[in-house]
């Protein structure tokens, strides 16, 4: 019989990725009455993921869950190896040999695309590169976005969008306290973009985003929201969905947005829904996209869209897309690339029927990019309630020893960054913000952060 969670011999546990879904992985395995030791890895010297590189950089408030994952970060049996690429600088079979069971944590990496002509003009990208690079995500420093134009377009109508449209419409002043780079400040103060129109191919009750969320454009400095009244004359099913809280607090937001004045404004918000983008336009860059109008039929929450014929484009010199993520592939892992998960039966990793002993995932890698923060605690609990159930069938690692790992990673010339290396890099960013005037000025290049120890 295994003595796996004995005070003699700790149950073995690598998480990779340090995101939210990794760290209530974390806690999970914490609060059970084994003995435990938990290494978490990260291809980025920087733990929390999207709460770090994803939250807006003006709601400071949803990043304080931080400090809930840094009580976890300071348990004795935590380790943390940031700056390791597991698939690159050490692979899943390799970490079998130091670890009785693996968790993949690593989120929803990718984008997905409109599928339309035109996608790959130059002016056309993906929310995902705009928020990563005023958040100081290393991946998308070296982009350039032309705001050199009034109009500008994003398509998809969920939380993140919401934070593109935010972030382009307002001034330098309601910015420049935050944690946004300086860089994608000091780009953001010649901007030109007065007009920002945010599509949506479902109607308004159907809309993605948070009542948080929409409300904030009835009270920016230099920016009013426009939303056609007819738009909020909804079918029947629409005002029986509207039995959901949270839709009829999106409803009722929008309402009151669709009666304010624009006056002695600069910039508006334009809200567009139950259109569909079916072509980008332009000779060699983006100049306009072209719509179809949808018209919505069937059971409330089980409304179909359908295409009605009818075509309207507009004009604009730059197109963001927000309609949703999806994961990569990990090297040595099955993966399902339509859905964009590794597929699982309550997080245990299978491949057709083969379930993979010791083998687990989370988070939007497990079921996809839903919900929010909070949203995979559950997800997580589930998963490790998986592992306990499996428990007396692990297969016991040959080298249990975190110090073996590391020693490892030395002799391939990895710089392994710690939770105590860690904190010496968040000091440091914090430290660079006071001058500023910010709450932390991050580094956007990994060797900066490296430069800090």
Known sequence: MSNLGSVDRPLRVAIIGSGPSGFYAAAALFKLEIKVQVDMFDRLPTPYGLVRYGVAPDHPKIKNVIKVYEKDALMPGFAFFGNVNVGENISINELKRFYDAIIIATGAETDKKLGIEGEDLVGSHASTELVGWYNGHPDFQDLRFDFSHEVAVVIGQGNVAMDVCRILLKTVDELKNTDITQNALEVLASSKIREVHCYGRRGPVQAAFTPIEIREFGELTDCYPVINSEDLNVNESSLKELADPVRKKNFEILKELAKMSGEGKKRKLVLHFCKSPIEISGKGRVQGVMFEKNQLSGEPNAQKVRG????????????????????????????????????????????????????????????????????????????????????????????????????????????????????????????????????????????????AL
């Open 308 to 451: 009605t014929g009818v075509k309207e484009s507009i004009e604009c010199g730059i197109v963001f897309r927000s309609v949703g993520y999806q994961g990569v592939l990990v090297k040595g892992l099955p993966f399902e690339p339509n859905a964009g998960i590794i597929p699982n039966q309550k997080g245990r990793i299978m491949d057709f029927e083969q379930v993979f002993t010791g083998l687990y995932a989370v988070g939007w890698i497990k079921r996809g990019a839903t919900g929010i923060i909070g949203t995979n605690k559950a997800d997580s609990d589930e998963s490790v309630h998986s592992l306990v159930e499996d428990l007396a069938h692990l297969i016991p690692c040959v080298e249990p020893s975190s110090e073996a790992v590391m020693q490892l990673l030395k002799s391939r010339e990895v710089r392994v960054v710690s939770f105590a290396d860690w904190k010496k890099i968040d000091a440091a960013e914090i430290e660079r913000g006071k001058k500023l005037g910010k709450s932390r000025e991050k580094f956007v290049r990994i060797s900066g952060m490296l430069s």
